[in-house]
């Protein structure tokens, strides 16, 4: 396997791998990973779909990626995916995936000319006092020591943030900014969360950032993740004879591990309450999904609250029984042995009582009921107890939802604080209260809250214990690489393999390892695409200095005299061509006429 960038191997088709007419495939996971491996094993691989069958331990695929309507309950959303124009190996894969809605178009069409069309922003990105706008101003607000600290760490080795708290390596000062605020709302950062994860992040994003604030950089589907991205894969998968067992708990898998050598001989599953499993002949390949953000979640409904299970989680015992078998397969208790840390709780709210929708429609200052971008990403509260953040995505967001219906996501990160409305910590509220306290934030008079909450939504909790724990201070070797070294018929697939330069919590990181591990076990002979190097480009990350300082220029000793040698020296190259184009120095001619002015004054 090797990386690649351009159309050259972008657009070429490999050749059928030799032996791949005698292999079997295994994959342990329904979830983004295994859909999407599949996938690349029939269109680039060109194994029969047949030879495919797909473990998954719920009775649907697609793992984190829902959008589940219970009708006793309402409508679920765990979470919500940020997508933007540089994830290579997912938009590779929804190029070959027809649109379920627009005849004669592929997945990435239809999201291409749907964001086209209707590209995103935010009007208000934060609120307080009862849903009044913030005055962040779409403003970073860092001082010049935060500014020295993003780069430090930026600048700093890998190895230097091993192990380390985000709250060890930024200051107070960093940590009271709108970049902070920001950045923790959208990706769910905690302060003890992992210094290194937050470096691959701002190199992973450093081009996004000027549209960072007012979330330019962002793109969403039409729906919810599942109506969007599962289903079309699920029915390309069926339509090509991939096989799902649905209901069916991988326990362990076996290896033989000798000379260096490493092979997978056997996947033990439960299915049923029946214990069954399959031997791995050397035709044989398995992809194993290790780990889970959604593992043990639990809903609530409108009247109950979400409960918190910390009992047997059966993905994350998987990992625990195979990484006891090597060294290299990682260390789980790493990320899954401190739930305080990891947990958080989201809701679904549907509105059903035609007085909520104009408090959204005034912070977002659109129609949610016009079909397009609504509040262009999260809202949050900054002065909630809970942190709370919400966000009304194009509607409908679901196809079966009713025309007066609006389906709106909202979560904390501090779950264990009593709210300013609800004083009770959010992962005790029912789906009641939580609404509650979410008009509250959204500046519904007091005195009309409990009515609302009661009678006008209903609201559906989700606990998850394990949702941000791919987060946790970690070291090289914590996680197992793609494919481990040795390895001859086995992968490791999801947010917790090591692959190069991503980073997690992202839909291409699963992509990304299913596309690794396909290519590298099948032998196919395509270059997997580069993770977009903007971190390498000079002209990114001069924009990025210059949004970084809310767009002030660069501040040389020297003053104007300063000023004018360096625009001077440089002015017809590409370098002052670099540093006026992005705002660093003035241009010539404005300096020049400012020393005038200044003249002219003397």
Same mark, same amino acid.
């Given at each position: ?53 797909? =473990?998954?331990? =719920? ?544």
């Amino acid at each position: 396997m090797h990386y690649s960038s351009g159309n050259y191997e972008a657009f070429a088709r490999p050749r059928k791998p030799a032996g791949v007419d005698d292999k079997t495939a295994w994959l342990v996971g329904g979830g983004l990973g295994g859909m999407a491996a599949a996938i690349f094993m029939v269109r680039d691989g060109q194994m029969a779909g047949d030879k495919i069958t797909i =473990l998954e331990e =719920l009775n649907l695929p697609g793992g984190a990626l829902d959008g589940i309507k219970y009708p006793e309950k309402g409508f679920v959303i765990r979470g919500g995916r940020e997508l933007e124009d540089h994830m290579e190996c997912l938009w590779d894969v929804m190029r070959s995936i027809p649109s379920l809605e627009v005849e004669g178009a592929s997945m990435l069409d239809e999201f291409y000319w749907l964001n086209k069309d209707d590209p995103n922003s935010s009007k208000r990105r934060v609120t307080e006092k009862q849903g009044q706008d913030a005055g962040t101003n779409f403003k970073f607000g860092l001082s010049a020591k935060a500014q020295k600290e993003v780069v430090s760490i930026f600048l700093a080795t890998r190895e230097s943030m091993e192990n380390k708290r985000i709250d060890e390596v930024f200051s107070k000062e960093f940590l009271a900014s709108n970049f902070w605020l920001y950045w923790r709302t959208m990706f769910a950062f905690e302060e003890w969360h992992s210094a290194l994860e937050m470096k691959l992040y701002l190199h992973r994003f450093v081009h996004q950032l000027g549209g960072f604030p007012d979330m330019t950089s962002l793109k969403f589907t039409k729906y919810n993740q599942y109506e969007s991205f599962v289903l079309p894969m699920y029915t390309w998968l069926l339509d090509h004879g991939v096989k799902f067992q649905f209901g069916t708990t991988v326990t362990d898998v076996q290896f033989d591990i000798s000379d260096g050598v490493k092979k997978a001989t056997r996947i033990d599953w439960v299915r049923d309450g029946e214990a069954g499993g399959v031997d791995l002949t050397d035709n044989d390949i398995a992809l194993i999904t290790i780990g889970s953000l959604t593992e043990n979640s639990n809903n609530g409904d409108h009247h109950t609250p979400a409960e918190l299970k910390t009992g047997p989680a059966p993905a994350w015992d998987l990992w625990k029984s195979i990484a006891k078998k090597s060294p290299d397969f990682g260390r789980p208790e790493v990320f899954c042995s401190d739930i305080p840390k990891t947990k958080w709780e989201s809701a679904t709210v549907t509105t059903v009582d035609d007085r909520i929708p104009a408090y959204i429609e005034k912070i977002s200052e659109r129609d949610p009921f016009s079909g397009k971008v609504v509040t262009g990403g999260i809202v949050t509260a900054r002065d909630s107890p809970w942190l709370m953040s919400w966000t009304v995505n194009r509607q409908p967001h679901f196809k079966a939802q009713k025309p007066t219906e609006l389906v709106v996501w909202v979560y904390g990160l501090f779950v264990e604080e009593p709210g300013a409305y609800v004083k009770k910590a959010l992962q005790d509220c029912t789906g009641e209260e939580i609404t509650q306290e979410w008009l509250y934030q959204i500046g519904v008079p007091v005195e009309d809250i409990p009515e609302l909450a009661a009678t006008g939504a209903k609201t559906v909790p989700s606990m998850m214990p394990y949702v941000t724990s791919f987060f946790m201070p970690r070291q090289a070797g914590d996680r197992p690489a793609v494919v481990p070294e040795g390895s001859v018929n086995f992968a490791f697939i999801g947010q917790f393999a090591e692959t190069t330069r991503d980073c997690i919590f992202t839909t291409e990181y699963s992509v990304r390892t299913a596309m690794e591990a396909t290519y590298q076990l099948l032998g196919v002979e395509r270059g997997v695409p580069e993770v977009y190097n903007s971190t390498y480009d000079l002209r990114f990350l001069l924009h990025a200095t210059k949004i970084l300082a809310d767009g002030a220029e660069l501040n040389l000793p020297g003053g104007h005299f300063a000023q004018r040698l360096l625009v001077n020296q440089f002015d017809k190259t590409e370098v002052g061509q670099l540093l006026t184009d992005f705002g660093l120095v003035p241009a010539l001619g404005k300096t020049q006429a400012h020393d005038r002015s200044d003249d002219a004054i003397a």
